[in-house]
């Protein structure tokens, strides 16, 4: 079982940027895919980013592409999401996820879950 605990989150101004993180309870947390997604108030959750296992394959939602970095540190059993040029539209709860099984498709089936961390973008 897989614990994920994201922080970072908070109030920021369109055009800024925030990191968030990931923290995995799972030594072997470099074993598992990660990603990001979002929900919104009123909306379904969408995916927002993925990373392999060793961090060498990304893929992103067009909507955040050239905006946003996924990234990781295994060293650190933790995943990031680098957020730059925040638009009013990237308000949600963010919640990182992490996967043991086949990669494609990168923004499905995913076992384990954080309790998200609210990003809001003003304008």
């Known amino acids: 079982q897989v614990q994920l605990v994201e922080s970072g989150g908070g109030p920021v101004q369109a055009g800024g940027s925030l990191r968030l993180s990931c923290a995995a309870s799972?030594?072997?947390?470099?074993?598992?895919?990660a990603g990001w997604f979002r929900q919104a108030p009123g909306k379904e959750r969408e995916f927002v980013a993925a990373i392999s296992w060793s961090g060498g394959t990304t893929y992103y939602a067009d909507s955040v592409k050239g905006r946003f970095t996924i990234s990781r540190d295994n060293a650190k059993n933790t995943v990031y999401l680098k957020m730059n040029s925040l638009k009013p539209e990237d308000t949600a709860v963010y919640y990182c996820?992490?996967?043991?099984?086949?990669?494609?498709?990168?923004?499905?089936?995913?076992?384990?879950w954080g309790q998200g961390t609210q990003v809001t973008v003003s304008s």
């Open positions: 996820a992490a996967k043991s099984g086949r990669w494609d498709p990168p923004m499905k089936a995913y076992d384990y």
């Open positions: 799972e030594r072997t947390f470099s074993r598992y895919f």
